[in-house]
């Protein structure tokens, strides 16, 4: 019975991915667009606008692969489908930390690049933490 509930929510997570991914891949180009269509020299956007680009489209097609695979859970499965996003939080808050130590490392330096792309790493990490987290309240719930 709480099978399907489950599968319903791991879709819905996985949806919230794809949004989140292709909305930032979208958003990524677009100032890539504005950036080289007017010839400014904006070094932290750039930057930014790059990882946003990356990461999102890392995304997306991760959601994308994953929904191709989804199916009833049984008990253990559940259960391993807990650990794997518990696992994948972990990583989120990792890459904010990432973000974090290059764009101190990009201010001290005065290396304005990467201050950008240490922005675009947190903002995603950010992201992925909340969609992570957010899966796992539900989880909390169903397992």
């Not at 290059?102 to 201050?115: A, F, M, N, P």
């Amino acid at each position: 019975m709480w099978s399907d509930t489950l599968l319903s929510a791991e879709r819905t997570h996985l949806l919230r991915l794809a949004l989140w991914g292709g909305s930032s891949a979208l958003i990524g180009t677009v100032l890539i667009a504005a950036i080289t269509m007017r010839r400014i020299n904006a070094r932290i956007v750039w930057h930014f606008a790059v990882q946003v680009l990356i990461w999102g489209g890392a995304t997306l097609v991760f959601a994308a692969v994953t929904t191709g695979g989804l199916a009833m859970r049984d008990v253990s499965a559940a259960t391993r489908l807990d650990r794997v996003t518990w696992f994948n939080a972990g990583l989120a808050v990792g890459i904010i930390a990432v973000g974090a130590v290059l764009s101190t490392i990009g201010w001290t330096t005065r290396k304005l690049g990467l201050v950008g792309a240490g922005l675009g790493i947190i903002v995603h990490g950010l992201a992925l933490t909340v969609l992570h987290v957010t899966f796992l309240a539900v989880l909390a719930r169903l397992v």
